[in-house]
């Protein structure tokens, strides 16, 4: 049913109400029915007098209800509104008993009284006056919330937002959206600079406010670091400010060969003199960075060359002869660019080890350790994900961990979005090497955070394939300390007899190589199939999924088999395929729960990825009994599970990760969530997959390069299929251009800067 409705009411009872985000079940009293209300509707309680607008929807149990849009409430003007109000526990210490007494007392005037005179509740027997007392803040408290939600509604903020606001200024909500709503940006996760440019225009403000200028412009500059880049060129910013701005264009010059425009300027001189920007000159292009990500790199860089030049071997092992006894010990034979690689971790105090796939990287890392251990060297592994550590655990035998935990990541209940760890310059790791795997995903906030907890004397090792997309976040720091060519750097290059029997490990290296990759042999694991139309593509890959992977090798559809996008929309892209995929794979069932949240829909059974790092998210592992076996906080952009639960009463949906965390998102959080049939391939970094299957069509040549689909192919272990037109493939192996990625960890560690 979809009848909108319309109705003035009083509220019965208060059934179920999230106090996080206002979802609440109620019944209402409407012309002698009670009636069942859902919805958004933040701090309403049983006595009060409500509007709402909404339509009519059947619950598949609990029945024919209304499902609120929108509501306006105002105090209850009967003394037995007024009873059944202060009676529903919206004060704490007044019950059903006490309420009767004040409003038998004080008859209609009861809310003015508790309002303007609370101390004359002294009156009524039982109730002291530092109780009366009590009784009018907590009074005044609820008037000031009811008049926020109120306030802020008119604004078009939803309620879920509207408590998120309130809990960060109490009191002082109305003064802050008001006078600087563009701090709403900074503090308030999910509100940005164009909601708050809204707001800030209802209020008046007007578009050359200086403040409104530098908001736009640190949000802009948040927006490009959030694309990978530690700082914009400055004619670039300039450029975009007074776009998104709306400032007037004729205001904009050129000055000396790059664009100016005066209150640009302004704000620019304003934000660096504040600290809050820094403004570099790297040859002859001016750059700006937010201030936390120059000092990330400079330290970063800074950290690096003082671990290389205050290390001093101590080790007494004979090299060579220790070596010779460790691969009779391992049953294996090491190449020389190998024992190079160990031999550097022994002797110096950084060393990065780059290779491809099949290139014997964890063979060197598995023989290093072994003369570790004959060296007495305590040794630590650590990775940036949870999948790449637990690759690492079963390749070596020895516990890795993320890099995360490897820091005890500290809980922060302000700012979920903000990283802290107990491991730094102050308590820093113990160990005497610390080895980290996967190093292209490891961004320049991590890398920075690592460091600070690393002290000269220990070993950093480095290991990653320096060919791969670099990282989500910020940076480039692998490649750039390779490019730098200030620390030691071994490349493993030959590819082992055993990988090379993989269609899979050679067309890596001649992707990489930029020759086209040898596919439909027989008994290759590397198929291409060719699709002219995109919808034909689409049809193959959910008829490959579903039917042709599981029949031919035992493929779960689910657990082993990952389709890695290029692109996000299109047919063929992340979007469309996983909306397909789902219909597909885990269609509705009458009694399988589904949420729709800002136009995704998820479904119990459902795969999907956590898109954003939330520091403070909760989780457990849990016995087969169901009691936790394991706990802790912190759930990371890129962790992939299945929907294991959605309760629509408690507004509660649970995802099953990967690596057994439960985790238990409330309906407000879902926008940290995405549907992970379909992903892009960056966001497969560090990951491995049985089987990849790989659309390949059309697109932007920006998108379609040989580094992406090299990144793509590496993330297979047992099979890769790619369908689509066979030259959209051959121009990717031609495309040798990497999307540019502005970084300046390489002129730190070089001494440029």
Request: hydrophobic fraction near 40%; aromatic fraction near 8%.
């Amino acid at each position: 049913m979809d009848e909108q409705v319309v109705l003035e009411a009083t509220i019965e009872d208060i059934i179920y109400q999230n106090k996080e985000n206002g979802y609440t079940v109620c019944t209402v009293e409407y012309e002698g029915e009670e009636i069942s209300c859902v919805g958004e509707m933040a701090g309403v309680y049983a006595g009060e007098d409500i509007k709402l607008v909404g339509h009519w929807t059947t619950h598949p149990v609990y029945g024919k209800q209304i499902k609120v849009m929108y509501f306006e409430r105002s105090m209850p003007k009967t003394v037995q509104g007024m009873e059944k109000y202060l009676a529903s526990g919206v004060i704490k210490g007044i019950g059903a008993k006490t309420a009767k007494k004040i409003v038998k007392h004080f008859g209609l005037e009861t809310f003015r009284i508790i309002e303007e005179e609370p101390l004359v509740l002294a009156q009524v027997s039982g109730i002291s006056e530092k109780k009366a007392q009590e009784i009018g803040e907590v009074f005044h408290a609820q008037y000031e919330l009811r008049q926020a939600m109120l306030f802020l509604q008119d604004y078009g903020i939803t309620p879920t937002y509207a408590i998120k606001i309130y809990k960060q200024y109490k009191n002082k909500t109305m003064e802050v959206v008001k006078n600087t709503p563009y701090r709403l940006v900074e503090d308030i996760f999910g509100i940005g600079f164009k909601k708050a440019d809204e707001i800030a225009q209802k209020v008046g403000i007007t578009h050359e406010d200086p403040h409104r200028i530098k908001t736009g412009v640190i949000y802009i500059l948040s927006n490009f670091s959030a694309n990978g880049h530690t700082y914009m060129p400055r004619e670039n910013l300039v450029k975009e400010a007074v776009s998104l701005l709306g400032l007037n264009a004729k205001d904009l010059i050129e000055d000396n060969g790059e664009p100016y425009h005066p209150l640009v300027e302004n704000a620019l001189i304003e934000l660096n003199l504040g600290k809050q920007i820094i403004i570099k000159v790297y040859g002859e292009k001016k750059c700006v960075f937010l201030a936390y990500l120059y000092y990330s790199e400079q330290a970063v860089a800074r950290k690096l060359i003082d671990l290389a030049a205050l290390y001093e071997p101590s080790t007494h092992l004979d090299i060579e002869k220790e070596l010779i006894k460790t691969q009779k010990e391992l049953q294996i034979e090491l190449v020389e660019e190998q024992k190079e690689a160990i031999k550097h971790v022994l002797t110096y105090g950084v060393t990065v080890i780059t290779g491809g796939p099949g290139t014997g990287k964890t063979t060197t890392i598995n023989a290093l350790l072994n003369m570790l251990e004959k060296a007495g060297d305590e040794v630590l592994l650590a990775a940036p994900t949870g999948r790449a550590a637990k690759r690492m655990s079963e390749a070596t035998g020895i516990e890795a961990q993320t890099i995360h935990r490897l820091l005890e990541i500290n809980y922060i209940r302000e700012d979920a979005s903000r990283q802290m760890f107990n491991r730094n310059e102050e308590n820093p790791l113990e160990a005497d090497v610390i080895i980290v795997d996967e190093m292209s995903m490891v961004d320049i906030t991590l890398m920075h955070a690592l460091l600070k907890a690393v002290v000269e004397g220990q070993r950093l090792v480095l290991i990653g394939d320096a060919d791969q997309l670099p990282s989500v976040g910020a940076g480039n720091v692998l490649k750039d300390i390779i490019k730098s060519k200030r620390l030691p750097v071994v490349r493993l290059v030959q590819i082992f007899r055993q990988a090379s029997q993989s269609a899979i490990i050679r067309n890596a290296h001649l992707i990489n190589k930029g020759e086209y990759p040898i596919t439909n042999e027989k008994d290759t694991d590397f198929f291409f199939m060719t699709r002219g139309a995109q919808e034909d593509v689409k049809n193959t890959i959910i008829e490959l999924i579903t039917s042709r992977l599981p029949k031919y090798q035992g493929f779960d559809s689910l657990k082993d088999i990952q389709v890695l996008v290029p692109m996000r929309k299109g047919i063929v892209g992340v979007n469309e395929l996983n909306k397909a995929l789902q219909e597909a794979i885990n269609p509705p069932q009458p009694l399988k729960p589904q949420k729709e949240y800002r136009g995704v829909l998820f479904r119990e059974g459902d795969k999907v990825m956590q898109i954003k790092n939330n520091y403070n998210t909760p989780w457990k592992i849990l016995a087969k009994t169901g009691l936790p076996i394991d706990e802790g906080v912190g759930i990371f952009n890129g962790d992939c599970g299945l929907i294991t639960g959605i309760n629509e009463e408690t507004e509660i949906l649970i995802v099953t990760f990967d690596d057994q965390k439960v985790v238990e998102y409330e309906f407000n959080q879902l926008d940290e969530l995405e549907l992970a049939y379909a992903v892009t391939i960056h966001k497969s970094q560090g990951s491995e997959y049985p089987a990849v299957i790989l659309p390949i069509h059309s697109g932007p040549p920006m998108l379609l390069n040989r580094n992406l689909l090299y990144t793509a192919v590496t993330r297979a272990k047992k099979l890769v299929v790619a369908v689509g037109l066979r030259e959209t493939m051959e121009r990717m192996v031609d495309n040798n251009k990497e999307i540019e990625r502005y970084s300046s960890l390489v002129m730190h560690l070089t001494g440029l800067i």
